[in-house]
């Protein structure tokens, strides 16, 4: 059990700056890497880089896990975003301020759809518009 942890936390550090996604649209923004299954860091001309949670859904936590299963779960969706960020030819951040933690609010947008209900529907994540959130430890 502790080699797949080790694994999965050598993996998840070489894998988090090998991305960088072009952000069309109206914003000249860029997904930087993927932290975990629903925060990315994101560069943006004038404002420089920032930590974005993305919005409309959660995943397991990878940093700070109630379990071991959360933990694996938490890799699991943050190389499912890593994965839906990469197989897109087109992206784009809608921001919508920020958080308690100050970081950035962003809708995610892959080739015209939402991330928020790819990776709720890819069973990674579940709806999530803020307040308590539940557990994922069983």
Do not use: H
């Not at 994965?83 to 609010?105: C, K, M, N, P, Q």
């Amino acid at each position: 059990m502790l080699l797949v942890i080790a694994i999965g936390v050598v993996a998840l550090r070489e894998t988090r700056t090998a991305m960088r996604v072009a952000v069309m649209g109206a914003s000249s923004c860029e997904v930087v890497n993927v932290i975990d299954g629903d925060t990315v860091n994101t560069y943006c001309p004038g404002s420089g880089y920032a930590r974005t949670r993305l919005v409309g859904f959660d995943t397991p936590e990878v940093y700070s896990p109630k379990c071991l299963s959360e933990y694996l779960a938490g890799i699991k969706a943050t190389f499912a975003l890593r994965r839906v960020i990469w197989g897109a030819s087109e992206s784009r951040l809608v921001f919508e301020g920020t958080d308690r933690y100050g970081r950035r609010l962003a809708s995610l947008f892959l080739d015209g759809a939402n991330v928020s209900p790819l990776m709720i529907d890819a069973g990674q994540g579940r709806a999530y518009a803020g307040g308590r959130r539940g557990g994922w430890c069983e």
